[in-house]
């Protein structure tokens, strides 16, 4: 299923298209992220060689606020 249907079966029908789409966009940011973390591992190395929280989680989190924001009020309940 595509993102942009899974958050318009999420969502209220009167939720605007532009707005579905900004939700699935955020979607596809943190599976995306994720995909990277699974294949990465949660820490990797720096240019120092120190291990160091995969950057990609800090995106993941971002995405998900993101997305948090933009369903309230639209969320079937």
Known sequence: MAAIDEVRASCVAETPEPLLEAMAAQLQAMRQARELVNVD????RNA??????????????????????LMRGWVKR
């Not at 993941?60 to 948090?68: C, D, K």
């Open 48 to 69: 120092k060689q120190d291990p160091i929280e995969h950057p990609a989680l800090a995106l993941e989190r971002q995405a998900q606020r993101a997305l948090n924001e």
């Open 41 to 44: 591992g949660v820490l990797v």
